[in-house]
Nanobody
Framework: EVQLAESGGGSVQPGGSLRLSCTAS????????MGWYRQRPGRKCELVSS???????YYADSVRGRFTISQDNAKNTMYLQMNNLTPEDTAVYYC????????????????????????WGQGTQVTVSS
């Protein structure tokens, strides 16, 4: 069974930084495609960043240049370094592993067609406000 656990969320002022972590078990981390989604209040769940085992990396336009996705294979952990945060980045952030990474879905974290192909973490809240 695949298990994903996020950590690192919290509250920060605009312009600040946070680093999210996603520790995985039950998968061969080196061979897995993984990514981060977020669900902002009143909006669809959107793909923020992802990487494939083949080396392809994706960033949404809204975060490119501010967020960096990375992984530590020895720790089975994926990271999302988020810099220059704005209130628009306030959301629940979810990590996912699997084979499907659509640009957006109705809701993150389960109860969608993605569940057939991906596993989800429980989500971590990021709040950016002054």
């Amino acid at each position: 069974e695949v298990q994903l656990a996020e950590s690192g969320g919290g509250s920060v002022q605009p312009g600040g930084s946070l680093r999210l972590s996603c520790t995985a078990s039950g998968i061969t981390f080196n061979d897995s495609d993984m990514g981060w989604y977020r669900q902002r209040p009143g909006r669809k769940c959107e793909l923020v960043s992802s990487f494939s085992s083949s080396g392809f990396t994706y960033y949404a336009d809204s975060v490119r240049g501010r967020f960096t996705i990375s992984q530590d294979n020895a720790k089975n952990t994926m990271y999302l370094q988020m810099n220059n945060l704005t209130p628009e980045d306030t959301a629940v952030y979810y990590c996912t592993a699997g084979s499907q990474f659509p640009g957006n879905i109705q809701s993150c974290g389960g109860n969608s067609w993605m569940d057939k192909y991906n596993s989800w973490g429980q989500g971590t809240q990021v709040t950016v406000s002054s």
